[in-house]
T-cell receptor, first 114, second 113 residues
Framework: QQQVKQSPQSLIVQKGGISIINCAYENTAFDYFPWYQQFPGKGPALLIA?????SEKKEGRFTISFNKSAKQFSLHIMDSQPGDSATYFC?????????????FGKGITLSVRP | SQTIHQWPATLVQPVGSPLSLECTVEGTSNPNLYWYRQAAGRGLQLLFYSVGIGQISSEVPQNLSASRPQDRQFILSSKKLLLSDSGFYLC????????????FGEGSRLTVL
């Protein structure tokens, strides 16, 4: 059972366009939703994260939109650049407790064409 | 912030041979440590996590084992590798209270032939 589902599976965007990646979760106990960015041959790195008490968080060109009732959240990359080409993972966790762990989506490959 | 060191970076091993991947963490103390495996199209699969020295929890039954001999050292091992053990292995360290904030190493790519 996949608790965190990403869509689409891959995405191609022209330079300057908006990239939108969606994520849906099942466990209503999740209360922390990060996005990770991974370049080829490297480990993932935290890009931006949101908690369910806010509906949107913006950091530079990256925005997370969160819809608690629909159990969905999305990553928007404004003015997409070729340097944004990477694999993006959404994830979810329950912050409380020593055994809290991140559950990742399968990842989506974003290609930004020059 | 934390720095996660993993080695070796790449490894080619025959089926049936042993494995040892090592991870060390700088910049924090008493972190939660994790081993993930990444396979194409399957995302990041959590294999083991540890909340302290000698404390290991396994997420999936498999041919691998993990150990934490020191606070900031995490080791992934196997006595006999299988073809299905091939993959990209990532060590990660938690940031404490905010367990969603993981710092990942550069990964170890294992090919079993």
């Amino acid at each position: 059972q996949q608790q965190v589902k990403q869509s689409p599976q891959s995405l191609i965007v022209q330079k300057g366009g908006i990239s939108i990646i969606n994520c849906a979760y099942e466990n209503t106990a999740f209360d922390y939703f990060p996005w990770y960015q991974q370049f080829p041959g490297k480990g993932p790195a935290l890009l931006i994260a949101i908690r369910p008490d806010v509906s949107e968080k913006k950091e530079g060109r990256f925005t997370i939109s969160f819809n608690k009732s629909a159990k969905q959240f999305s990553l928007h990359i404004m003015d997409s650049q070729p340097g944004d080409s990477a694999t993006y993972f959404c994830a979810a966790s329950m912050r409380s407790g020593a055994n809290s762990k991140l559950t990742f989506g399968k990842g989506i490959t974003l290609s930004v064409r020059p | 912030s934390q720095t996660i060191h993993q080695w070796p970076a790449t490894l080619v091993q025959p089926v049936g041979s042993p494995l040892s991947l090592e991870c060390t963490v700088e910049g924090t103390s008493n972190p939660n440590l994790y081993w993930y495996r990444q396979a194409a199209g399957r995302g990041l699969q959590l294999l083991f996590y540890s909340v302290g020295i000698g404390q290991i929890s396994s997420e999936v039954p498999q041919n691998l084992s993990a150990s934490r001999p020191q606070d900031r050292q995490f080791i992934l091992s196997s006595k006999k590798l299988l073809l299905s053990d091939s993959g990209f292995y990532l060590c990660a360290s938690g940031a404490g209270v905010n367990t969603g904030e993981l710092f990942f190493g550069e990964g170890s790519r294992l090919t079993v032939l």
